[in-house]
C-alpha cells in the first residue's frame, strides 16, 4: 500500500538547507497500524507529511497503492488525497465558527455533496463516534477529546483507505488519549491503515509496528510480537538515564 524507497526531503537552500531524511525505505501494509516515534526534530512531521502528500519529497520514490506519488500532476495528487487520505492532527483544526455536524459534514461539501445528504451522513459518522447529542454544539463546547472524535469523524466521512494523524493524542491528557487510540484500533480493525506520529511510548506501545527515527534514517521497526519486549527494554533505558 506505501512502500518509500531511498527518500530524501531537505528544507532550505544552500548554507541554510537542512537534510531531514536521508534515504527512507519503508513499506506499510494495507491494514497496517503504525507508529513512527523519533526526538523532536528527527522528521516524523516531515515523514507523516510526504506520506499524506501534504509535502514533496526531493530524490527516491513513493509509492502509494502503486501509484509513483512524485511524478503526479497536482490535480491527480488531490485526487488521490481526497479519494484515499484522511487527517487527524494534535491541535484537532475544526472551523470555529461552524458546528460539530458541520464540521464532520465539509469534506463532502468539498464534494459537492448536497446539504442534506450531507448532513445525514454526517451524523452517522457522529453516531459512530458517540456523538449524535454534541452535533448542534460548538467546538468552544466540546472537551479535547470529544473535539478529537469531531476531528476522527470528519476524517472518516470519505471513507479514505488511510488515516494519517499527527500526535493525535498530544493535547489529551492520559485517559482521553487512551480512548482516542482506542477509537483509531477500532478504525484500523475496519480495515483502514492507520498511520500515527507520537512522541509517547505508551501510545506507540498500542499500534502494532513502531517505526524510530534516528539522524534521518529509520533506526529501527519494532514489529508486534517484540513490543512486550521492546516497552521491557525501553522502561529499563528509562531507569538508566
Ligand atoms: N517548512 C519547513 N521549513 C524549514 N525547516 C523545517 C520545515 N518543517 C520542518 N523543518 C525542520 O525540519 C526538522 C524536522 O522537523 P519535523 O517537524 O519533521 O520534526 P518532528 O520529528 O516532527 O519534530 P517534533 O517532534 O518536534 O514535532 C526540524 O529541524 C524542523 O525545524
Known amino acids: 500500500m506505501i512502500r518509500l524507497n531511498n527518500v530524501h526531503k531537505s528544507y532550505g537552500t ?15 501494509e494495507e491494514g497496517g ?8 526534530g528527527s522528521g516524523k512531521s516531515t515523514l507523516l507529511n510526504i506520506l499524506g502528500i501534504l509535502d514533496n519529497y526531493d530524490e527516491g520514490s513513493y ?7 512524485k511524478e503526479m500532476s497536482e490535480k491527480k495528487a488531490a485526487q488521490l488525497r481526497n479519494e484515499m487520505l484522511g487527517f487527524v492532527f494534535q491541535s484537532f483544526n475544526l472551523i470555529s465558527f461552524k458546528n460539530a455536524m458541520e464540521n464532520v459534514a465539509l469534506p463532502l461539501y ?29 467546538p468552544n463546547e466540546l472537551s479535547g477529546g470529544q473535539k478529537q472524535r469531531v476531528a476522527i469523524a470528519r476524517s472518516l466521512i470519505t471513507q ?3 488515516i494519517v ?36 511510548h ?38 538508566i538515564a
Open 14 to 28: 544552500g548554507s541554510n538547507s537542512l537534510h531531514v531524511l536521508k534515504g527512507i525505505n519503508l513499506e506499510i
Open 33 to 40: 497500524f503504525v507508529s513512527i516515534m523519533g526526538s523532536s
Open 63 to 69: 509509492y502509494l497503492n502503486g501509484m509513483l506519488v
Open 110 to 138: 468539498y464534494q459537492g455533496v448536497s446539504r442534506k445528504k450531507r448532513n445525514k451522513i454526517a451524523h452517522e459518522y457522529l453516531d459512530k463516534l458517540g456523538l449524535l447529542s454534541w452535533a448542534e454544539h460548538m
Open 160 to 162: 479514505p483507505k488511510i
Open 165 to 200: 494523524a499527527d500526535e493525535p493524542t498530544g493535547a489529551l491528557d492520559t485517559s482521553t488519549s487512551y480512548e482516542v487510540m482506542e477509537i483509531l484500533k477500532e478504525i484500523n480493525e475496519d480495515g483502514i491503515t492507520v498511520v500515527i506520529v507520537t512522541h509517547e
Open 202 to 239: 505508551d501510545i506507540a506501545a498500542m499500534t502494532r509496528q513502531i517505526i524510530r527515527l534516528k539522524d534521518g534514517i529509520i533506526s529501527e521497526i519494532i514489529k508486534n510480537g517484540d513490543l512486550k519486549q521492546w516497552k521491557h527494554q525501553y522502561s529499563k533505558e528509562l531507569e
